[in-house]
């Protein structure tokens, strides 16, 4: 498969995404929506061990990466928008997960 060319409007979509701040504390998604460190740990991919160090204060506290607080702002995207992306648009996106017996 060969790559196919960038567009002007891809190119800048790339741009764009690229220099975009979104980001959200796992603080704020937790004041937010009722989910548990486990929940978040999942979204981010991260340990839920990591997710308790965000939680901490002190010598225990670590900071999540930008990666993560990109990870928590799109979710916390989805979840306010979800019922407005396109059914085949969302199936793209978030495609049900295969269980591992189904194959």
């Known amino acids: 498969m060969n ?3 960038l567009t002007d409007r891809e190119q ?13 504390t796992p603080q704020t998604f937790y004041a ?16 839920t ?4 160090c965000w939680f901490r204060r002190g010598r225990s506290y670590r900071r999540p990466t930008p990666t993560d607080l ?20 969302s199936l793209a996106l978030c495609p049900p997960r295969q269980d591992k017996t189904e194959v």
């Open 3 to 5: 790559p196919r060319p």
């Open 70 to 89: 990109r990870h928590l702002a799109l979710m916390d995207f989805l979840l306010d928008h979800f019922e407005q992306i396109p059914p085949d648009l």
């Open 12 to 24: 800048h979509l790339i741009d764009r995404y690229s220099y975009c701040q979104l980001g959200m």
């Open 49 to 52: 061990s990591t997710v308790r």
């Open 32 to 47: 937010k929506w009722h989910v548990s460190q486990e929940a978040i740990a999942a979204i981010c991919s991260r340990s």
